[in-house]
């Protein structure tokens, strides 16, 4: 009787392992999830916009201007508005005051920095050039790969020389993060308002104290419940 019963045994045990270690498996999976969902606080990366008066400036090529006209307003807009909200003591000048001014000033990008300033009256200018917009793949208009770069300057008007950028740093970002996107699955103004939103905040990020993913490629912010809490 011991005999016949020691087969059943064996596969009763190894039952248990396997269900142990597809348990230790999927914990370690949601470990492992858990881990890319981390939320990193950042200080900012220039801190001198703080007690200033500020003006945020879009230049575009004439290419992404013809084809996005309303994307240096949008990204001028975005980010003064994170600005103000986000920057201690900061005095945002209206956007759209900005946009008239360069309406208004031939070859406003060619003047000196410092006069740029002193035209604006303002301490600081927040210079955001765009060197690349597009929402899809080159030669692909049926993906969509949304990618946007950008070179993020600063003007100091009160600097030791106005006429040279205070700090400069580079940004990219991207809408949507998933690959292989199709026209199917989305239309070109929610793809190019995620975009924007991405490329807004990344710029924003850069001067104020914030939480960024750990992760940046595994981050999934719908499986965040402190964002979802938020919203």
């Given at each position: 009787m011991?005999?016949r019963?020691k087969?059943?045994?064996?596969?009763?045990?190894?039952?248990v392992?396997?269900a142990?270690?597809?348990i230790?498996?999927?914990?370690?999976?949601?470990?492992?999830?858990?881990?890319?969902q981390?939320?990193?606080?950042?200080p900012?990366?220039?801190?001198?916009?703080?007690?200033?008066?500020?003006?945020?400036?879009?230049?575009?090529?004439?290419?992404?201007?013809?084809?996005?006209?309303?994307?240096?307003a949008?990204?001028?807009?975005?980010?003064s508005?994170?600005?103000?909200?986000e920057?201690?003591?900061?005095?945002v000048?209206?956007?759209?005051h900005?946009?008239?001014?360069?309406?208004r000033?031939?070859?406003w990008?060619a003047?000196?920095?410092?006069?740029?300033a002193?035209q604006l009256?303002?301490?600081?200018?927040v210079?955001?050039?765009?060197?690349?917009?597009?929402?899809?793949?080159?030669?692909?208009?049926?993906?969509?790969?949304?990618?946007?770069v950008?070179?993020?300057?600063?003007?100091?008007?009160?600097?030791?020389?106005?006429?040279?950028?205070?700090?400069?740093?580079?940004?990219?970002?991207?809408?949507?993060?998933?690959?292989?996107?199709?026209?199917?699955?989305?239309?070109?103004?929610?793809v190019?308002?995620?975009?924007?939103a991405?490329?807004i905040?990344?710029t924003?990020?850069l001067?104020?104290?914030?939480?960024?993913?750990?992760?940046?490629?595994?981050?999934?912010?719908?499986?965040?419940?402190?964002?979802n809490?938020k919203?």
């Amino acid at each position: 009787m011991k005999d016949r019963w020691k087969p059943a045994a064996l596969l009763a045990a190894a039952a248990v392992l396997l269900a142990g270690c597809q348990i230790a498996h999927l914990a370690g999976a949601m470990m492992q999830a858990e881990e890319y969902q981390k939320l990193v606080d950042t200080p900012a990366r220039y801190s001198g916009l703080e007690n200033k008066t500020v003006a945020v400036l879009v230049n575009t090529d004439l290419a992404t201007l013809y084809e996005y006209p309303d994307v240096a307003a949008q990204i001028a807009g975005g980010v003064s508005g994170r600005l103000a909200r986000e920057v201690e003591g900061i005095r945002v000048l209206n956007p759209q005051h900005v946009l008239n001014w360069q309406y208004r000033t031939p070859q406003w990008n060619a003047l000196p920095y410092g006069e740029m300033a002193e035209q604006l009256n303002v301490d600081r200018i927040v210079f955001i050039d765009l060197l690349e917009f597009r929402l899809n793949p080159p030669g692909n208009r049926y993906l969509w790969e949304g990618v946007a770069v950008g070179r993020v300057s600063v003007i100091e008007r009160d600097g030791i020389d106005p006429d040279v950028f205070a700090d400069t740093f580079d940004i990219t970002a991207t809408f949507p993060k998933l690959t292989s996107v199709s026209r199917d699955d989305a239309t070109a103004m929610q793809v190019q308002t995620g975009l924007l939103a991405e490329f807004i905040k990344y710029t924003a990020w850069l001067f104020h104290q914030h939480l960024e993913p750990k992760y940046p490629d595994k981050y999934r912010p719908e499986l965040d419940m402190r964002n979802n809490k938020k919203k």
